[in-house]
């Protein structure tokens, strides 16, 4: 892991360093520079963990990496090819049935993602292909439609009964072990790579993030083109989030760069 610094960029991909269409052209000269820094880049998302591989790859990332909203972490040490995996979540197979009876509890099917049809999961998420096998690929977490708000309503009251987080994406909710979620997992990584001391830089845009901005030090919310997303408009209020100028890698790349030029010995 690159470390060369007192800072760690922990960032959410989806609707935060990408756009609607998944593109983050706009960052990938600031991610370069970063790198020649050596200020860790790490993804914090929904994603699983053979989406944020094949990512990484793509953009020449070497930093750990958490999935499935905190459910697990996975890295290599330095020279060495192999993984090591962090586990903080339970199986998706124990999360499937508690969405099951979730749906009973509240008179309303919850569709997982992974049961929809490969035409479904297109036109909802702009997927194809290997990337679509890449997306079902999950092991920690349930993502499902999200639901009507009363419906959505009902299904948090029933959380505690399962010992379960449900947190609302752009595109579906995520059901996943009470255990588990982005803010826990950065603590977790933390104290596995021994560096308690080090200071979070986090973005994010919807729900999901909140724990991940509530644990940061400094917490930047990425706006979508309508603006911020309701459940981060609290935090931007009171003054404990910052709001990036632009959406997507734009207003990442001008957040990050602002914020390492100011705070960093460069």
């Known amino acids: ?7 760690w960029i ?4 989806d609707g935060t360093l990408m756009d609607e269409n998944y593109d983050i052209s706009p ?8 790198a020649k820094l050596s200020i860790p880049v790490i993804p914090c998302t929904s994603k699983t963990a053979s989406e944020v591989r094949y990512f990484r790859n793509e953009n020449k990332l070497l930093d750990p990496f958490i999935v499935e909203n905190g459910s697990a972490i ?10 090591w995996e962090l586990i903080l979540g339970r199986s998706y197979k124990q999360l ?8 009973n509890d509240v008179s309303f099917n919850l569709t997982p993602l992974n049961d929809l049809k490969t035409n479904e999961i297109h036109n909802l998420t702009g997927l194809a ?10 092991h920690w977490s349930v993502p499902f439609l999200n639901p009507p708000e009363n419906i959505y309503e009902k299904i948090m009251f029933y959380c505690n009964k399962y010992n379960v987080h449900i947190f609302k994406g752009n595109r579906m909710s995520h059901l996943l072990c009470v255990n588990s979620h982005k803010g826990k997992a950065v603590n977790k990584l ?13 973005l994010g845009d919807s729900q999901n993030d909140l724990p991940l901005l509530e644990y940061a030090d400094i917490s ?7 603006g911020p997303n309701k459940y981060l408009t609290d935090g931007i209020n009171r003054g404990e989030f910052i709001l990036a100028n632009a959406p997507h890698a734009v207003g990442w790349a001008d957040s990050v760069k602002s914020i390492i030029l100011n705070n960093v010995d460069i």
């Open 220 to 226: 930047i919310v990425i706006p979508g083109r309508n």
């Open 27 to 34: 960052a990938k000269e600031t991610l370069k520079w970063l």
């Open 10 to 13: 922990v960032t959410d991909l």
């Open 129 to 138: 292909g290997y990337e679509i096998s890449r997306a079902l690929d999950r």
């Open 1 to 7: 892991m690159s470390n060369n610094s007192n800072f």
């Open 96 to 103: 499937r049935q508690v969405l099951s009876s979730l749906s």
């Open 190 to 202: 933390k104290e596995y790579l021994q560096k308690p001391n080090v200071r979070i830089i986090a």
């Open 74 to 83: 996975y890295g290599s040490h330095a020279n060495q090819i192999d993984e």
